[in-house]
């Protein structure tokens, strides 16, 4: 698909020889060193999906609460004009 996402990987952790569990270890996307990697410029806007991805239909207004279902995750985010832009798709 060639998408830009976090790396993972998972881990055990043992302490004293025994099993505490495996763990999943993801990326931070927040750091800027994400954003160079994947985009070759660090001062992108991400925002963190947080509401549902239901699809409603082409027009704008049909998606009023963009605030509510996207956080934020850089500075540069506080704009979430862009986003409008993604809801004619």
């Known amino acids: 698909m060639g998408a830009p996402v976090q790396r993972m990987s998972y881990s055990t952790v043992n302490i004293n020889d025994e099993s505490r569990g495996v763990y999943l270890l993801m990326e931070d996307p927040t750091d800027t060193h994400f954003l160079q990697s994947r985009f070759n410029f660090h001062k992108g806007?991400?925002?963190?999906?947080?509401?549902?991805?239901?699809?409603?239909?082409?027009?704008?207004?049909?998606?009023?609460?963009?605030?509510?279902d996207y956080r934020p995750e850089t500075s540069s985010a506080q704009d979430f004009g862009p986003l409008g832009i993604l809801s004619l798709f």
Not at 50 to 66: A, I, M, R
């Open 45 to 68: 806007s991400l925002w963190k999906c947080v509401g549902t991805l239901e699809y409603k239909g082409s027009d704008p207004e049909l998606y009023p609460n963009l605030k509510d």
